[in-house]
């Protein structure tokens, strides 16, 4: 079964940015849509974006515009650019399958958004 690390996290700065990447074990290519994940402190785990083989992207409304997901299926990653951001992203961020059944979760990387 396909396995994923995440790395990029860390600490910044209100209105700073953060490159995520996520390489998975194995080939991502037949999963249909990837997403990227966070969970807050207390929070329940929300999918922040997805996107499909074809490209199509989604976003929830709390990051439209700020970040920017993409997907290099010959190097099996996922990446989430994120720009603007603000104490609410803090969150441990991870990623999976966005449809057709979520995988084993990864340790996740922690995003911390702080003066």
């Known amino acids: 079964q396909v396995q994923f690390v995440e790395s990029g996290g860390g600490l910044v700065q209100p209105g700073g940015s953060l490159r995520l990447s996520c390489a998975a074990s194995g080939s991502i290519g037949s999963i249909y849509s990837m997403g990227w994940y966070r969970q807050a402190p207390g929070k329940q785990r929300e999918l922040v974006a997805a996107?499909?083989?074809?490209?199509?992207?989604k976003y929830v409304e709390s990051v439209k515009g700020r970040f920017t997901i993409s997907r290099d299926n010959a190097k099996n990653t996922v990446y989430l650019q994120m720009n603007s951001l603000k104490p609410e992203d803090t969150a441990v961020y991870y990623c999976?399958?966005?449809?057709?059944?979520?995988?084993?979760w990864g340790q996740g990387t922690l995003v911390t958004v702080s003066s």
């Open positions: 996107i499909t083989n074809g490209g199509s992207t």
């Open positions: 999976n399958a966005a449809a057709g059944g979520l995988r084993a």
